[in-house]
């Protein structure tokens, strides 16, 4: 089955700096790779997604990378700020699969 | 107010008794799903339910069960088979395969 590895397991960044979180999948039909942020006590909401049919995303400061090639991604925050404060959950899926794999989260701290 | 709600909050158990816990949601998803989450092990898929009536394994669903007999209601039983209950539930739901809207989970301690 898929299986998604995450790294780091915790960051910390000040303020201003940027953060990249890395994934890797082993599913190579895999084609769904979304990333959640939870803050703490807090559900986890997802930020941005990207299909395999791009090789990247930008949302504001945040943008989402792929290399199929690879089998991994990654999450870029620019300009990092202390609300980004979080655990962070990569996940990977395939196009009418409802089971999502998810990473096993990152932990980013920024210092103000 | 449209979401998803899960209770209780928190939740004690002696050993070896079941325990159920609720999810509902008004978003009108078909789809709902409960995960396990542990420190430092993500987000692991228990059960998830496509549809009314119908519902499928996760990745680690010995020690639970589930029923999906409304569109609403999805509750999750974990049972005194389950070796090592002590863990954070979130429950979800989504309109299909994507993007998952989560509940604000339960916290279940075995004493």
């Known amino acids: 089955g898929e299986n998604v590895e995450q790294h780091p397991s915790t960051l910390s960044v000040q303020e201003g700096d940027s953060a990249v979180i890395k994934c890797t999948y082993s599913?190579?039909?895999?084609?769904?790779f979304p990333w959640y942020k939870q803050e703490l006590g807090k559900r986890p909401q997802l930020i941005i997604d990207?299909?395999?049919?791009?090789g990247e995303k930008k949302d504001q400061r945040i943008a989402v990378t792929l290399n199929k090639t690879a089998k991994h991604f990654s999450l870029h925050i620019t300009e990092t700020q202390p609300e980004d404060s979080a655990v962070y959950f990569c996940?990977?899926?395939?196009?009418?699969?409802?089971?999502?794999?998810f990473g096993s989260g990152t932990r980013l701290l920024v210092r103000p | 107010d449209g979401g998803i709600t899960q209770s209780p909050k928190y939740l004690f158990r002696k050993e070896g008794q079941n325990v159920t816990l609720s999810c509902e949601q008004n978003?009108?998803?078909?789809?709902m799903y409960w995960y396990r989450q542990d420190p430092g092990q993500g987000l692991r898929l228990i059960y998830y339910?496509?549809?009314?009536?119908?519902?499928q394994k996760g990745d680690i669903a010995e020690g639970y069960s589930v029923s999906r007999e409304k569109k609403e209601s999805f509750p999750l039983t974990v049972t005194s088979a389950q070796k090592n209950p002590t863990a954070f539930y979130l429950c979800?739901?989504?309109?299909?395969?994507?993007?998952?809207?989560f509940g604000e989970g339960s916290r279940l301690t075995v004493l």
């Open positions: 599913d190579s039909a895999s084609n769904y």
């Open positions: 990207i299909r395999s049919n791009v």
């Open positions: 979800a739901s989504s309109t299909g395969p994507g993007e998952l809207f």
């Open positions: 996940a990977a899926s395939w196009d009418s699969s409802y089971k999502l794999i």
């Open positions: 978003l009108n998803h078909d789809a």
């Open positions: 339910s496509q549809i009314v009536n119908d519902f």
